[in-house]
């Protein structure tokens, strides 16, 4: 398998996964962009509507709190501009996800032969 298929298969079961936890309906294939703004609109609101579910759910990720912490907060005061924390979250997830997907992948036992060729 060569890296585009492998990235390939990668991405639709991160979509799949995003779909599942989150309750989201993503494209057959979106690109990681088009993923990345769903996400994070949809933690957006959650950050707005219901935000101990918010932190309930990045606990059941695993969502790195030092990291979301250090990103979360500005470099520097005197910065005008800051990024959308929806985003900043979201590419913390499908990091995280990818990272899953990884490890199930590379401990998962291969599945029988056939004893009847």
């Keep these: 398998m060569n890296?585009?298929?492998e990235s390939s298969i990668q991405g639709a079961?991160?979509?799949q996964e995003l779909n599942r936890t989150y309750g989201l309906e993503l494209a057959e294939s979106p690109s990681a962009e088009q993923m990345e703004l769903l996400l994070a609109d949809k933690l957006n609101?959650?950050?707005r509507t219901d935000f101990s579910a918010l932190v309930q759910l990045l606990y059941r990720i695993d969502i790195n709190e030092t990291r979301l912490r250090q990103l979360l907060t500005p470099s520097s005061p005197?910065?005008?501009e800051t990024e959308d924390a929806g985003k900043i979250i979201a590419r913390l997830i499908?990091?995280?996800q990818r990272q899953k997907i990884q490890t199930r992948?590379?401990?998962s036992s291969p599945p029988p032969a056939d004893p009847n060729p």
């Design 45 to 47: 609101t959650m950050i």
């Design 78 to 80: 005197a910065e005008g």
């Design 105 to 107: 992948r590379q401990y």
């Design 94 to 96: 499908i990091e995280r």
């Design 13 to 15: 079961m991160l979509m």
């Design 3 to 5: 890296k585009e298929e």
